[in-house]
């Protein structure tokens, strides 16, 4: 059954984000309280927790958007101190701009990161194609369904190729069918591109359906209460894996794990 | 469609019948042309004085046009200045907001003393009636930046500069364009205001001159010119502010 606390079966594969005994204060108020975990490259991993515990912060904190109190993130070996051009982050709200077509948005990160010459250069193409945008290039965003401004947000996102992508339920504000779909397009891209992958959610079945991992926080003040590997073979599909035994043994587990099962 | 075409009729009709209650009344009551012209003489008047009126309406808009172009560009700078300088949020802010406070009709015969009958003067004043506007509204404007979009432009690694222009700018200009709407027609009045005061040209002057000289219907040839002059100002900041489409949504 599910070992907690084993390590994953990659063990050979380098850390990729070292959480190093991490605690954060906002004022008397204590968010995360010596979180510590290894995520190794190329790894899928999920921070599963119920809301209010943290998870949100703990990747702002890992984004290099705010510090912490104790501890500190090591990302590749090196320190993280502010924003790195190695992490890309996906935020709740889908973050484009309105007065930018989808073009213009889809370029907005690279153009940003390294400069109007390589976003103007770059092809976009196989992105839009990807994340079923074709035909809305000239559209803005006013004129897409929520779906669709996501899946541009998170196209602006790749775009950048980052080695590290950081997820914050990116999918939660959309309806099943959208999820199911965008979910399994980021399945496809990250065993493609090999990226390292860290999504917080407060979907149990989600959490398991993706990830290498699942790191499970208690409420505040947040820790990792828990490491669960989730075994599973790979390529998964929502509708196959769901029907599976294995799966269904998972979200009963993590249900416990959180206290509502 | 047929609604469209009933209520412009409606608004039609309206404007003819008080058109005719206008002429038709001073006409019946044989009412003293200084006192209030028909308004068959008003329009006979301002034919006839078109030249004078064209050219006072030049020497008017060089005015609003100076005064409302300084009021931008410094308003929007002082906007800045308020925003990213802590500084001067504490101690400009507070003096801008009581500056405003001065009723600016009352500053008039001083910046005249200052300024002298000229250019300047007028110019003086259709600043000072357009700057507040401005000024409130750009920041307004910057502070309605949306918190999650800065947090991308960080977590990005945008620079200051990329931030300002890419994102600050566009979510300010909106409002802006709302504050320019307001300070357009406030910059005309300022201007005549200034021209009542101390003038020798511009179309303030020539209501002055003309009510003096008993022109009654020269004066409402101007005031026509200058209402004309104003909505025309209005249209065109309207017409320019539709380039920032993406303010209704």
């Known amino acids: 059954m599910v070992a907690a606390g084993l390590k994953p079966v990659a063990d050979l594969a380098p850390v990729a984000i070292a959480i190093d005994g991490v605690t954060k204060r906002f004022g008397g108020l204590t968010a995360l309280e010596n979180v510590t975990a290894d995520i190794n490259d190329r790894e899928f991993v999920s921070i599963l927790g119920p809301s209010g515990c943290g998870k949100s912060t703990l990747l702002r904190i890992l984004a290099g958007l705010v510090g912490c109190e104790e501890g500190g993130i090591d990302i590749f070996g090196g320190r993280v101190s502010g924003p790195r051009d190695d992490v890309g982050v996906v935020f709740q709200t889908s973050n484009l701009l309105p007065w930018l077509n989808i073009e213009a948005n889809l370029r907005l990160g690279l153009e940003i990161r390294r400069g109007k010459a390589v976003a103007r250069a770059a092809d976009i193409g196989p992105m839009v194609e990807t994340l079923g945008l074709k035909g809305f290039e000239k559209h803005f965003p006013h004129q897409l369904s929520g779906g669709m401004r996501h899946r541009v947000a998170i196209g602006q996102t790749l775009l950048c190729d980052p080695r590290v992508l950081l997820m914050d339920e990116p999918f939660g504000a959309l309806d099943a069918l959208t999820r199911d779909r965008l979910n399994m397009e980021l399945l496809r891209i990250w065993q493609r591109d090999a990226k390292t992958v860290v999504l917080i959610t407060h979907s149990i079945a989600e959490a398991v359906l993706l990830s290498d991992r699942v790191l499970v926080m208690s409420e505040r003040p947040g820790r990792v209460i828990r490491d669960v590997t989730i075994d599973l073979p790979r390529p998964r599909d929502p509708s196959k894996t769901r029907e599976s035994a294995a799966f269904g043994e998972y979200v009963v587990e993590l249900s416990r794990l959180m206290g509502v099962g | ?249």
């Open chain 2, 1 to 249: 469609m047929t609604g469209t075409i009933r209520r412009a009729a409606e608004a039609l009709l309206f404007c003819v019948a008080l058109i005719i209650l206008w002429e038709g009344g001073v006409r019946l009551f044989e009412v003293k042309p200084y006192l209030l012209p028909s308004l068959s003489a008003i329009a006979e008047e301002t034919w006839r004085a078109r030249a004078q009126l064209w050219q006072h309406s030049l020497v008017t808009l060089g005015e609003v046009a100076l005064g409302f172009a300084f009021a931008t560009v410094l308003g929007v700078a002082l906007a800045a200045l308020i925003f990213f300088v802590p500084l001067a949020k504490r101690t400009l802010y507070p003096f801008v907001v009581a500056l405003q406070s001065i009723p600016k009709i009352g500053l008039a015969p001083i910046i005249v003393v200052w300024c002298g009958y000229g250019l300047a003067s007028k110019v003086t004043m259709a600043f000072l009636f357009a700057f507040f506007p401005i000024v409130i509204t750009t920041l307004g404007g910057l502070a309605s930046t949306p918190a999650h979009l800065e947090e991308h432009f960080r977590a990005l690694g945008a620079k200051p500069w990329a931030s300002f222009w890419r994102l600050r700018v566009p979510s300010a200009l909106p409002s802006f364009v709302d504050g320019a709407k307001v300070a357009m027609p406030l910059a005309v009045i300022g201007a005549i205001v200034g021209e009542f005061v101390g003038s020798n040209d511009g179309l303030g002057n020539l209501i002055l001159i003309a009510t003096g000289s008993s022109q009654t219907a020269l004066s409402f040839s101007a005031l026509l010119v200058v209402t004309g002059l104003s909505l025309a100002l209005f249209y065109l900041i309207e017409a320019l502010g539709r380039l920032v489409w993406w303010r209704q949504g």
